[in-house]
């Protein structure tokens, strides 16, 4: 092997990788990247046996080959230098140079990394780059991360009817989906949440899902993982069909005065009330004995004088995955959930528990 590539760029491919390779494993294989140069390109693999990811990085590649790496070493040294890399090497040991920076970096043995599983056959899903992300951004946030927790809360559900696709998650505090006009046959599979962490798309993305698996592809990045093998809960019985109270909000307005206030409660009881008088909505947290923040804004619709309280952050991420100028927040009560929709469409939802029920 032999090549010359942009630190920065590389860089950047093998940040990718972190979400799924397993640095604590006792296997060579699940703490290292394989390196493969051909063509114009080095392709970097990584796994933890149970996930699979495939970029590239652009290369003058003077001679092919493959190399088996440490990740961490490897994402150390490169994230260290800037501008042009001379790599050298074959499958005992390889040779990093840039300006008079050099390194010499012992390598595993290559039999000791799996082949990548195919898949050719499945359900298949296209959508752009701008559909796409804008789905997982929505929805990421409302991902649980304790793995102590629920196994179905640890990824994302992606969820056909025969009405409509939707991307889903929820960490039984909040929920959030985003929704595709596509009739098809029905189908659910729960992807876990670090393929959707890993895959960084650059154009349009293709999906395969099978009956356990599921193929993410996009260029020259690809993710093939299994499915979490547990049952998604029947969200639609959560959300309210009626509502009493519904109040439209500026989003870049609402969004501000959550920071100021949030100045205060972020890192401490991250509790926020709004409460809604009269074309006034009053945003307010304190600190314990430390401190208390207030901020004011006007609102148009009827809330009836209500007062809720939540968990800011959480708020938060709800008002940031607002699409439209406005923000509608649908209201019953105090103590019942509160849904967050882009105004005027139905393709996005975000549902927040008050804090009195999450208590």
Known sequence: MKLTT???GLTKKLAQHAKVIQQKSSTFTSDAVLLSAEGTVLQLTSTDLTTYLVNAEPAEVAEVGRTLVPFKF????????SGELMIEGDDKKLQISSGKTHY?????????????PEIKEGREYQFSLNEYSSAVDRVLPCVEHNEKRRLEFQGILLEQTKDYFRFVATDSRRLGYVQFDFKREPLRAI??????????????VHIIITEDECLFSSGDTQIISLLIGAE????NDIVPREWEYTVSVKKSELLDALRRVGAVVFGGTDVITLSFKEGRLTIQGSAQDQGNARDELGYEGEAGGLAVSFFGTKLLDGISSVGTENAELHMNSAVHPVVIKDQGKEDFLYLVMPHKQME
């Open 6 to 8: 942009k630190a920065e």
């Open 74 to 81: 490897l994402k150390d040294i490169v994230s260290a230098l």
């Open 104 to 116: 010499d970096l012992a390598c595993y043995q290559m039999d000791t990394f799996p082949s990548i």
């Open 191 to 204: 992807v876990p949440a670090k393929v959707f962490e890993s895959f960084k798309p650059a154009g349009d």
């Open 232 to 235: 998604f809960p029947n969200y």
